[in-house]
């Protein structure tokens, strides 16, 4: 590991209790929701990650508790480094406190979080869906929602399955 | 409109959206106007609402998702391989770049190695792609502002491109040529001279885009010091690409943290610290004579020998071997019904785009499928300064402006 990832590493680890992990060369911290904040705080200013590369979830439903990882990677152009940041979460309504405050291209990137996973981020400024429409239901990429299908209709429940639609009628 | 149709046609309703637009909205002091979904200079189906005073812009909402495909869901029903070809859909001026970057994240996550050849090819073929994408955007970035002949000529030289990724994969835009391990199959004969005949031509042509638009007294008012983003600004939105390098950071993943042989190549990065729109159109200039340049020493030590790995757990055998080894067989049939597994882990790619970092997390729990997969799109990141540096510009500023950050809206909306 590079030294001065090594020195985040540890500070981290020492002022949060971080768990390390590592796989093939990259380097990945595992974090308690509540200091997610300070912790990016931390990696900004004393150890110059400037840019946050990404923000996004994984779910683990339903095999492993906790469900869900929101996963973090920033980027130091300064020491040319990348570190990635991952954070547990539980309950079918999971709550992360927002990183806006030290990364501003994290308001889109919770919106998706919101919207695609149903996982709130408290303190965001404009929290409403992006990507898909205003009034959709459910959160398409949770591992309990279904990819998109057809129902087979034969002419004893064609009925039943057309009133069951939300679209496409004909 | 009766009852009925007007509540299923209604919008999100004036109170969810009432704290992005100013007071004076509100008191009816300035108005409120929407632009695209279907609008010529949005490059695509890009909706604005824009809060107006008189023609100066106060405040821009962008309001993406119309072209949302769920192409992450998609990939995670999808064998890797499978996979593969759902991902030139995402920025669709960019396919190799984006079959690039996934099959990194795969070869990153199954340790596999890339042959040289498959490696310069990959090179030869991502600059091509860069240019392709710059000619698209200089020729609709310059009819924004009135210049049409640039256009025709951009898309001229386009054709040139294309006609080379259709020889190589037998398709135009979409060929998913880089596969896992290597590429699908190595380039016809007639590949080489068709790249020096390209490289011989252009350069003379990126003199005449020049001599249209560097000097065009048009050009340069409505393109300096137009929507200036400070390097601070810029850093703190987490903005890449040529927008970074406009405002005077020299950051390029090619130089910093090279992939597929980048390191032997040698060119510059661009930059510019003025961070207006004009910095942002010499950077992108620059960017394309220097992309001629690397494909220039990529064609010229083009090596020899084998266009895919050999490790038969994840790449399929040749051909010819099928009719004379049992294991060839039992490895094509493994590979196209059940897929390969690589172990369970998880990987970020990320490779310089036209527009920026371009970024796959492929995470895999040790299955056939990827059980996620995320694009980080420069594009969705780069967006997000709209509003930043459009405050108090005039509307047909502003059409600069989207065209300055180069958006694709396959790539916002994924």
């Given at each position: 590991?590079?030294?001065?990832?090594?020195?985040?590493?540890?500070?981290?680890?020492?002022?949060?209790?971080?768990?390390?992990?590592?796989?093939?060369?990259?380097?990945?911290?595992?974090?308690?929701?509540?200091?997610?904040?300070?912790?990016?705080?931390?990696?900004?200013?004393?150890?110059?990650?400037?840019?946050?590369?990404?923000e996004t979830a994984v779910d683990y439903w339903p095999?492993?508790?906790p469900r869900f990882h929101v996963v973090?990677?920033?980027?130091?152009?300064?020491?040319?480094?990348?570190?990635?940041?991952?954070v547990p979460l539980n309950g079918i309504t999971p709550v992360i406190?927002s990183?806006?405050?030290?990364?501003?291209?994290?308001?889109w990137f919770e919106r998706e979080l919101w919207d695609m996973f149903g996982i709130r981020a408290e303190?965001h400024?404009d929290l409403r869906r992006i990507l898909m429409p205003y009034d959709w239901e459910g959160h398409p990429l949770r591992k309990d929602y279904p990819l998109g299908?057809?129902?087979?209709?034969?002419?004893?429940?064609?009925?039943?399955?057309?009133?069951?639609?939300p679209?496409?009628?004909? | 409109?009766?009852?009925?149709?007007?509540?299923?046609?209604?919008?999100?309703?004036?109170?969810?959206?009432?704290?992005?637009?100013?007071?004076?909205?509100?008191?009816?002091?300035?108005?409120?106007?929407?632009?695209?979904?279907?609008?010529?200079?949005?490059?695509?189906?890009?909706?604005?609402?824009?809060?107006?005073?008189?023609?100066?812009?106060?405040?821009?909402?962008?309001?993406v998702g119309?072209?949302h495909t769920g192409i992450e869901k998609n990939m995670e029903a999808?064998?890797?391989?499978?996979?593969?070809?759902?991902?030139?859909?995402?920025?669709?001026?960019?396919?190799?770049?984006?079959?690039?970057?996934?099959?990194?994240?795969?070869?990153?996550?199954?340790?596999?190695?890339?042959?040289?050849?498959?490696?310069?090819?990959?090179?030869?073929?991502?600059?091509?792609?860069?240019?392709?994408?710059?000619?698209?955007?200089?020729?609709?970035?310059?009819?924004?502002?009135?210049?049409?002949?640039?256009?025709?000529?951009?898309?001229?030289?386009?054709?040139?491109?294309?006609?080379?990724?259709?020889?190589?994969?037998?398709?135009?835009?979409?060929?998913?040529?880089?596969?896992?391990?290597?590429?699908?199959?190595?380039?016809?004969?007639?590949?080489?001279?068709?790249?020096?005949?390209?490289?011989?031509?252009?350069?003379?042509?990126?003199?005449?885009?020049?001599?249209?638009?560097?000097?065009?007294?048009?050009?340069?008012?409505?393109?300096?010091?137009?929507?200036?983003?400070?390097?601070?600004?810029?850093?703190?939105?987490?903005?890449?690409?040529?927008?970074?390098?406009?405002?005077?950071?020299?950051?390029?993943?090619?130089?910093?943290?090279?992939?597929?042989?980048?390191?032997?190549?040698?060119?510059?990065?661009?930059?510019?610290?003025?961070?207006?729109?004009?910095?942002?159109?010499?950077?992108?200039?620059?960017?394309?004579?220097?992309?001629?340049?690397?494909?220039?020493?990529?064609?010229?030590?083009?090596?020899?020998?084998?266009?895919?790995?050999?490790?038969?757990?994840?790449?399929?055998?040749?051909?010819?071997?099928?009719?004379?080894?049992?294991?060839?067989?039992?490895?094509?049939?493994?590979?196209?019904?059940?897929?390969?597994?690589?172990?369970?882990?998880?990987?970020?790619?990320?490779?310089?785009?036209?527009?920026?970092?371009?970024?796959?997390?492929?995470e895999?729990?040790?299955?056939?499928?990827?059980y996620r997969v995320h694009w980080?799109?420069?594009?969705?990141?780069?967006?997000?300064?709209?509003?930043?540096?459009?405050?108090?510009?005039?509307?047909?500023?502003?059409?600069?402006?989207?065209?300055?950050?180069?958006?694709?809206?396959?790539?916002?909306d994924r």
């Open positions: 590991m590079d030294e001065h990832l090594q020195s985040a590493v540890d500070a981290l680890k020492e002022r949060f209790a971080a768990q390390v992990s590592e796989f093939r060369g990259e380097v990945s911290l595992i974090l308690v929701p509540e200091c997610i904040v300070d912790a990016c705080r931390a990696l900004h200013d004393e150890f110059s990650f400037e840019l946050l590369s990404e095999q492993e508790t973090y990677r920033v980027r130091s152009l300064r020491d040319n480094l990348i570190l990635g940041l991952r406190p990183i806006v405050e030290v990364y501003k291209n994290a308001n303190g400024p299908y057809e129902e087979v209709a034969f002419s004893f429940n064609q009925k039943e399955i057309d009133d069951r639609k679209f496409a009628k004909e | 409109m009766d009852q009925q149709s007007a509540a299923t046609l209604s919008e999100a309703s004036l109170d969810e959206i009432k704290h992005l637009v100013s007071n004076r909205a509100i008191e009816g002091d300035t108005v409120l106007l929407n632009m695209g979904p279907q609008h010529p200079s949005t490059h695509g189906v890009l909706r604005l609402l824009l809060e107006l005073d008189g023609e100066t812009v106060i405040n821009v909402i962008p309001d119309y072209l999808k064998t890797y391989t499978k996979a593969a070809v759902m991902t030139d859909r995402i920025d669709y001026l960019n396919t190799v770049g984006n079959n690039l970057v996934y099959c990194l994240a795969v070869e990153k996550l199954a340790d596999l190695d890339v042959p040289p050849r498959a490696q310069a090819i990959r090179v030869i073929l991502t600059e091509l792609q860069r240019i392709a994408s710059h000619l698209v955007w200089l020729g609709t970035h310059a009819l924004d502002l009135g210049a049409m002949s640039v256009f025709l000529y951009c898309f001229r030289e386009r054709e040139f491109i294309l006609d080379i990724l259709e020889m190589c994969s037998g398709q135009r835009m979409m060929g998913t040529y880089i596969r896992p391990g290597g590429l699908w199959r190595d380039v016809p004969v007639e590949f080489e001279a068709a790249v020096r005949n390209f490289l011989k031509i252009f350069p003379a042509r990126i003199d005449e885009y020049d001599a249209l638009l560097t000097k065009n007294a048009i050009f340069l008012v409505r393109t300096q010091k137009i929507g200036v983003l400070s390097p601070e600004d810029a850093l703190s939105w987490g903005v890449t690409g040529p927008p970074l390098r406009g405002s005077g950071v020299a950051h390029d993943l090619r130089k910093s943290q090279p992939y597929s042989g980048y390191e032997q190549y040698d060119f510059i990065v661009p930059t510019r610290t003025e961070g207006d729109t004009y910095a942002r159109y010499m950077v992108r200039m620059e960017e394309m004579r220097q992309s001629v340049r690397i494909v220039q020493q990529a064609i010229d030590k083009l090596p020899y020998g084998p266009v895919r790995s050999n490790n038969r757990k994840y790449v399929s055998p040749p051909r010819a071997e099928l009719a004379t080894s049992m294991e060839a067989v039992i490895h094509h049939f493994k590979l196209w019904t059940e897929g390969f597994t690589p172990p369970k882990g998880s990987v970020y790619a990320a490779v310089e785009s036209p527009r920026g970092e371009l970024g796959v997390y492929l895999s729990d040790g299955s056939p499928k990827p980080r799109t420069p594009s969705f990141v780069n967006m997000q300064i709209l509003p930043l540096i459009s405050k108090g510009v005039l509307v047909a500023d502003l059409v600069a402006l989207i065209g300055t950050i180069d958006i694709v809206l396959g790539d916002v």
